[in-house]
């Protein structure tokens, strides 16, 4: 069957570091892999800073979609804030991260304070 | 692979021929002993006694399929994978040209189209054993009657709704 | 508007709790996303970018006020406190949660509403004129035929799991609102030489990678044939449409690669085969259906209204009103309103819980308690008497629904766009929010008059942005959104598609493109004509000189700073 979801965004050039971003089964709303287990909060999730951590926690991302906990897992090539906090760095992407661009009300930005 | 009718699993009577090799290996009388030839085969295989097997890709012609419509008593038709709906269409078909026998649905079907396969003219369905363990038969049992009427007439056993609104409306004129 | 008996009734019901034991089933690993994702899409359930989507059908994008005041609650209780109409009269909400849309799909069924096959490689939800049965110019009512094709289509056995999405539209009107030309099947009502009912059917419209216009394959089905020649049509193209490319999967592409002589001969065979008679609808059942769209209690009423006319001289505000929103009806005395929900800085076709329930109130006092959804993402409200409008208006204006500018160019469609569509490679909504603002003056927007501008956040053109006057396509070029613009698209009877300027442009150029666009026709226009028949007239060329000039005026201006 054609894919009908878009898991993953063109990045040019290197794709480190990067996050792993899913939707979380149940709920639908982006997650985050982190230390132990998935966040909602971008800043707390695990950033993956050489290949053989983020082949890591690629394979993570997809045991837990295999274990129906999250789906379509990637990774997400991103940029460390100032804070040190991972920033997206494709716009689709950041659009995940951080909710609507129209309804700032919205999303995880409106969880979790401003992004970036 | 796990045969699945409306009453249950069944005992699988055909033995697939996959080459022409495997059409001269003695039948015998154990289970599947009966041929299920590919439509591609055919020509090229010492016909088998009737009433045999067939297996049809989802897109063969019906002009291609008439000719044997006498000599067998089950079609198997591919489903190459549960989201590819060409076979029903091809099952409708041969209800309406006039085949009579099993009408099998052979692939990586899924529980949730039991019931429109029956409706389409199928008798039962043949899936890999790992879509079976996955989705054993007592779910396939339950899925086919989870829908109890339906619009379409000329699909299915019963009356269609449509069929259903015209008795109620006779009924009550009489 | 049609109410469900007892078997449409249970026949929801059971749907609704077979979805319920899907989601089960997935939650228990029995089904892998692979094989729920179809199945939760034929419940209109997406997975979107930041949550679950779901859309909910309206069917030729009639509604009653208690089916509003539903959605109403579903919004606040299940989502965020609005809902998003579709370009095909549907409602999208979108943030529902998987364990909760088993509930909201309960909540539909109260009110004989559904999800069903709003989404997936099915027949989809068949649309029809926002102003069926009411409507000065019309032939008949397509409202009947959609309901018929609704029942008919649902859950159908051998059509569940076609090669791609398949759309149905139908108008019964001389001027056709339902763009039946770029839908999989388009039905025209007409009648024959000796006055007989039927259809003129088209198949192969559509928009997306590959626009085309619909072939007309029949010039005339009798009425009574027409579920027999839908199933044959849709026979051929079950059987024989592409599976192996899924940009080449739509039936459009079936049409145009076979040829149309050659697929109109291969449906005609497969009608002559099937047993016409056992698939069709009985007179009786037609009949039945179309009972429920019997042209209501009007009171007879003189063609104009005194009050009307009064309060309209007394109320600029009114009148521009009456003016740009007004739709001329059948029935004298009455009118029928197009309630823009397209405020300027607004997301278009947004509603909020809160306004759903005031306009559920206000189609109940003022409009029999019936409105339509239109694919403009706008409502309607069908049976409105002229001397109840200055009170309607009133009231509309209270609750920021007497935005006075229907077909003008601040009403501008839009799909979801980057902002919640997994599918998109650019934003839309914002756009159309620039854009609005842009061209914000009332007095403007009226000198400009009728002007389509249609905006789609990727290929696949929810947006319709092929067949708007000016269309606008969000793209991604070089890890950056860009702009493709179009001219010259049409959605009616003249279907026709744009033709594109020149190259993409960044989003904050999008607006100033525009309105060098608008000014070249305003330079260019003849008389009294709008904007799609000077492009006719004059074709792209001057309108391509001016984007062209507003690229390079761009350029120079970034080059200084």
């Given at each position: 069957m054609a894919k009908d979801h878009r898991a993953g965004s063109k990045v040019k050039g290197d794709k480190l570091p990067a996050i792993v971003m899913a939707s979380d089964l149940l709920e639908g709303d982006t997650v985050f892999l982190a230390e132990t287990g998935w966040t909602r909060d971008?800043?707390?999730?695990?950033?993956?800073?050489?290949?053989?951590?983020?082949?890591?926690?690629?394979?993570?991302?997809?045991?837990?979609?295999?274990?129906?906990?999250?789906?379509?897992?990637?990774?997400?090539?991103?940029?460390?804030?100032?804070?040190?906090?991972?920033?997206?760095?494709?716009?689709?992407?950041?659009m995940r991260q951080k909710g609507p661009s129209i309804h700032p009300d919205m999303g995880k930005q409106a969880d979790f304070g401003p992004i970036a | 692979m796990t045969v699945i009718t409306p009453?249950?699993?069944?005992?699988?009577?055909?033995?697939?021929?996959?080459?022409?090799?495997?059409?001269?290996a003695p039948a015998g009388n154990a289970a599947g002993s009966k041929p299920l030839v590919p439509l591609a085969l055919l020509g090229e295989i010492e016909t088998p006694e009737a009433p045999f097997g067939l297996f049809v890709e989802n897109t063969a012609e019906i002009a291609e399929i008439a000719p044997h419509l006498g000599s067998v008593d089950l079609i198997a038709i591919a489903f190459p994978a549960f989201s590819d709906g060409r076979g029903f269409s091809l099952a409708k078909r041969l209800r309406r040209e006039?085949?009579?026998?099993?009408?099998?649905?052979?692939?990586?079907?899924?529980?949730?189209?039991?019931?429109?396969?029956?409706?389409?003219?199928?008798?039962?369905?043949?899936?890999?054993?790992?879509?079976?363990?996955?989705?054993?038969?007592?779910q396939w049992l339950e899925m086919k009657d989870t829908m109890s009427v339906h619009y379409q007439t000329g699909f299915g056993e019963g009356k269609s709704i449509l069929q259903q609104r015209m008795a109620a409306r006779e009924e009550a004129a009489r | 508007m049609y109410r469900y008996d007892e078997f449409d009734e249970r026949f929801v019901r059971e749907r609704v709790a077979q979805f319920g034991e899907q989601v089960k089933r997935r939650l228990d690993g029995s089904?892998?996303?692979?094989?729920?994702?179809?199945?939760?899409?034929?419940?209109?359930?997406?997975?979107?970018?930041?949550?679950?989507?779901?859309?909910?059908?309206?069917?030729?994008?009639?509604?009653?006020g208690r089916q509003l005041r539903q959605l109403a609650k579903i919004a606040r209780d299940y989502d965020k406190g609005y809902g998003h109409f579709t370009t095909r009269q549907n409602i999208q909400f979108n943030w529902p949660k998987l364990k909760d849309v088993p509930a909201i799909l309960d909540l539909l069924a109260d009110v004989e509403m559904h999800a069903i096959q709003t989404s997936g490689n099915c027949i989809r939800n068949t649309t029809a004129d926002q102003f069926s049965g009411v409507a000065a110019d019309e032939v008949e009512d397509p409202r009947p035929t959609?309901?018929?094709?609704?029942?008919?289509?649902?859950?159908?056995?051998?059509?569940?799991?076609?090669?791609?999405?398949?759309?149905?539209?139908?108008?019964?009107?001389?001027?056709?609102?339902?763009?039946?030309?770029?839908?999989?099947?388009?039905?025209?009502?007409?009648?024959?030489?000796?006055?007989?009912?039927?259809?003129?059917?088209?198949?192969?419209?559509?928009?997306?990678?590959?626009?085309?216009?619909?072939?007309?394959?029949?010039?005339?089905?009798?009425?009574?044939?027409?579920?027999?020649?839908?199933?044959?049509?849709?026979?051929?193209?079950?059987?024989?449409?592409?599976?192996?490319?899924?940009?080449?999967?739509?039936?459009?592409?079936?049409?145009?690669?076979?040829?149309?002589?050659?697929?109109?001969?291969?449906?005609?065979?497969?009608?002559?085969?099937?047993?016409?008679?056992?698939?069709?609808?009985?007179?009786?059942?037609?009949e039945r259906i179309a009972a429920y769209f019997a042209?209501?209690?009007?009171?007879?009423?003189?063609?104009?209204?005194?009050?009307?006319?009064?309060?309209?001289?007394?109320?600029?505000?009114?009148?521009?009103?009456?003016?740009?929103?007004?739709?001329?009806?059948?029935?004298?005395?009455?009118?029928?309103?197009?309630?823009?929900?397209?405020?300027?800085?607004?997301?278009?076709?947004?509603?909020?819980?809160?306004?759903?329930?005031?306009?559920?109130?206000?189609?109940?006092?003022?409009?029999?308690?019936?409105?339509r959804v239109t694919h403009s993402q706008n409502l309607v409200l069908p049976y409105v008497k002229k001397d109840d409008l200055p009170?309607?208006?009133?009231?509309?204006?209270?609750?920021?629904?007497?935005?006075?500018?229907?077909?003008?160019?601040?009403?501008?469609?839009?799909?979801?766009?980057?902002?919640?569509?997994?599918?998109?490679?650019?934003?839309?909504?914002?756009?159309?929010?620039?854009?609005?603002?842009?061209?914000?003056?009332?007095?403007?927007?009226?000198?400009?008059?009728?002007?389509?501008?249609?905006?789609?956040?990727?290929?696949?053109?929810?947006?319709?942005?092929?067949?708007?006057?000016?269309?606008?396509?969000?793209?991604?070029?070089?890890?950056?959104?860009?702009?493709?613009?179009?001219?010259?698209?049409?959605?009616?009877?003249?279907?026709?598609?744009?033709?594109?300027?020149?190259?993409?442009?960044?989003?904050?150029?999008?607006?100033?493109?525009?309105?060098?666009l608008v000014e070249t026709y305003l330079s260019e226009r003849e008389g009294s004509e709008s904007f799609i028949e000077t492009v006719r007239r004059t074709g792209a060329d001057p309108f391509k000189a001016s984007f062209a000039g507003f690229i390079e005026t761009r350029a120079a201006q970034e080059a200084a700073e």
């Amino acid at each position: 069957m054609a894919k009908d979801h878009r898991a993953g965004s063109k990045v040019k050039g290197d794709k480190l570091p990067a996050i792993v971003m899913a939707s979380d089964l149940l709920e639908g709303d982006t997650v985050f892999l982190a230390e132990t287990g998935w966040t909602r909060d971008s800043k707390a999730a695990r950033i993956a800073h050489d290949q053989e951590s983020a082949d890591a926690m690629e394979a993570e991302g997809k045991a837990a979609a295999a274990a129906n906990a999250v789906v379509d897992p990637y990774l997400v090539p991103v940029e460390i804030t100032e804070e040190g906090h991972p920033l997206a760095r494709h716009f689709r992407d950041v659009m995940r991260q951080k909710g609507p661009s129209i309804h700032p009300d919205m999303g995880k930005q409106a969880d979790f304070g401003p992004i970036a | 692979m796990t045969v699945i009718t409306p009453e249950g699993e069944r005992r699988d009577a055909y033995r697939l021929i996959e080459t022409t090799e495997d059409a001269k290996a003695p039948a015998g009388n154990a289970a599947g002993s009966k041929p299920l030839v590919p439509l591609a085969l055919l020509g090229e295989i010492e016909t088998p006694e009737a009433p045999f097997g067939l297996f049809v890709e989802n897109t063969a012609e019906i002009a291609e399929i008439a000719p044997h419509l006498g000599s067998v008593d089950l079609i198997a038709i591919a489903f190459p994978a549960f989201s590819d709906g060409r076979g029903f269409s091809l099952a409708k078909r041969l209800r309406r040209e006039g085949f009579t026998g099993t009408l099998r649905a052979k692939g990586p079907l899924i529980a949730d189209q039991f019931a429109d396969a029956l409706a389409c003219g199928f008798d039962e369905v043949d899936i890999p054993d790992t879509m079976a363990n996955r989705q054993p038969v007592q779910q396939w049992l339950e899925m086919k009657d989870t829908m109890s009427v339906h619009y379409q007439t000329g699909f299915g056993e019963g009356k269609s709704i449509l069929q259903q609104r015209m008795a109620a409306r006779e009924e009550a004129a009489r | 508007m049609y109410r469900y008996d007892e078997f449409d009734e249970r026949f929801v019901r059971e749907r609704v709790a077979q979805f319920g034991e899907q989601v089960k089933r997935r939650l228990d690993g029995s089904l892998t996303e692979d094989e729920f994702k179809p199945l939760r899409l034929k419940n209109g359930l997406y997975l979107q970018l930041h949550a679950y989507m779901l859309r909910v059908a309206i069917p030729y994008g009639t509604l009653s006020g208690r089916q509003l005041r539903q959605l109403a609650k579903i919004a606040r209780d299940y989502d965020k406190g609005y809902g998003h109409f579709t370009t095909r009269q549907n409602i999208q909400f979108n943030w529902p949660k998987l364990k909760d849309v088993p509930a909201i799909l309960d909540l539909l069924a109260d009110v004989e509403m559904h999800a069903i096959q709003t989404s997936g490689n099915c027949i989809r939800n068949t649309t029809a004129d926002q102003f069926s049965g009411v409507a000065a110019d019309e032939v008949e009512d397509p409202r009947p035929t959609a309901e018929l094709l609704r029942q008919w289509s649902s859950q159908h056995p051998e059509f569940v799991w076609l090669p791609r999405k398949f759309k149905i539209a139908v108008t019964g009107a001389e001027h056709d609102r339902a763009a039946i030309r770029v839908h999989d099947i388009g039905l025209r009502m007409r009648r024959n030489e000796a006055g007989e009912p039927g259809y003129e059917i088209s198949v192969g419209g559509g928009l997306g990678r590959t626009p085309m216009i619909g072939k007309v394959i029949r010039e005339f089905l009798p009425k009574d044939e027409l579920l027999a020649y839908v199933e044959a049509i849709m026979r051929v193209y079950n059987a024989e449409g592409r599976r192996d490319n899924k940009f080449k999967a739509r039936v459009k592409i079936l049409v145009h690669e076979t040829g149309t002589e050659e697929f109109t001969a291969r449906v005609e065979e497969e009608y002559a085969k099937l047993d016409g008679p056992t698939v069709n609808a009985p007179l009786e059942e037609v009949e039945r259906i179309a009972a429920y769209f019997a042209p209501p209690a009007y009171e007879d009423l003189p063609a104009e209204s005194v009050t009307l006319g009064e309060a309209r001289k007394a109320d600029a505000g009114l009148d521009r009103f009456v003016e740009q929103n007004g739709f001329a009806h059948k029935q004298p005395g009455y009118i029928a309103l197009t309630i823009s929900l397209k405020p300027i800085g607004g997301v278009p076709g947004d509603m909020s819980a809160d306004q759903m329930e005031a306009f559920a109130d206000i189609a109940e006092r003022y409009s029999l308690g019936e409105l339509r959804v239109t694919h403009s993402q706008n409502l309607v409200l069908p049976y409105v008497k002229k001397d109840d409008l200055p009170a309607l208006y009133a009231e509309l204006k209270t609750h920021d629904l007497a935005t006075a500018n229907a077909g003008l160019v601040t009403d501008i469609i839009a799909c979801p766009g980057l902002d919640y569509c997994a599918l998109a490679t650019a934003k839309s909504i914002p756009i159309a929010q620039e854009i609005a603002k842009t061209f914000a003056d009332d007095a403007r927007q009226k000198a400009i008059g009728e002007l389509p501008i249609k905006i789609s956040g990727c290929i696949n053109a929810c947006g319709h942005h092929h067949v708007g006057a000016i269309g606008i396509l969000g793209l991604e070029k070089g890890g950056r959104e860009n702009y493709q613009i179009t001219v010259g698209g049409d959605a009616t009877e003249h279907a026709s598609l744009g033709e594109r300027l020149g190259p993409g442009i960044d989003a904050e150029d999008v607006p100033g493109a525009i309105e060098a666009l608008v000014e070249t026709y305003l330079s260019e226009r003849e008389g009294s004509e709008s904007f799609i028949e000077t492009v006719r007239r004059t074709g792209a060329d001057p309108f391509k000189a001016s984007f062209a000039g507003f690229i390079e005026t761009r350029a120079a201006q970034e080059a200084a700073e």
